[in-house]
């Protein structure tokens, strides 16, 4: 059964905004691998029209390589988007979604392959409600935001992580690797 793995950047005020972050060479290097290990990636419309921005860099390289070797691994990735109101999509690489997340991800899962990947705050959110997450990439940058889109909104139980692993970058931010328990608890209010 394949696997699904959410990873998300984060401040340490817990809001997933990518311009409070700065990410360096070495953390688009880390994305860059991470990509390169999955076979596909699913993004919400809001997300996939922000992550449409590399496409430009395959156009037309930025001279930095990280960013460059980003830009083309992430423009070769399938794309599934999940969108109520897109119908198509531009990027050659990505597709809208057939079906509902739950439906979607069910059938992944079932296929042979490698990874799924998950890169959108509103999907990791519906995910852990769903219990389909295997593993979640916390990536928390050294900055306090102080507002922004909190990445762990609307979630009305409790779920139990494990931490499994971590990474330290040179610039501070620290990259945790947790896997969910079964213990989950409803709060019921």
């Known amino acids: 059964m394949r696997k699904i793995i959410a990873a998300i950047n984060m401040t340490l005020d817990g809001f997933c905004d990518h311009t409070a972050i700065t990410p360096d060479e070495e953390i688009h290097q880390h994305y860059t691998d991470l990509l390169s290990s999955g076979d596909a990636i699913l993004y919400g419309r809001i997300t996939y029209q922000l992550m449409e921005f590399w496409q430009s860099l395959v156009k037309n390289p ?49 296929q042979s392959g490698s990874t799924i990947l998950v890169g959108c705050r ?28 909190p990445l762990f909104e609307n979630l009305n139980e409790r779920t139990v992580f494990k931490l499994i692993k971590t990474k330290t970058f040179t610039g501070g931010a620290v990259l945790l690797y947790y896997q969910p328990t079964i213990e989950i608890i409803t709060n019921d209010k």
Do not use: Y
């Not at 531009?90 to 997340?101: G, N, P």
């Not at 999907?123 to 935001?145: G, M, R, S, T, Y």
């Open 62 to 110: 930025s001279g930095e390589k990280s960013m460059d070797d980003f830009a083309m691994v992430i423009d070769k990735i399938p794309k599934i988007v999940f969108s109520h109101t897109l119908n198509t999509v531009e990027w050659e690489s990505a597709r809208i979604a057939k079906r509902d997340l739950k439906e979607e991800v069910l059938e992944l899962k079932q």
């Open 122 to 149: 509103s999907l990791i959110i519906q995910l852990i409600k769903l219990n389909l997450i295997d593993e979640l990439q916390l990536c928390v940058h050294p900055v306090i935001a102080g507002i922004g889109l």
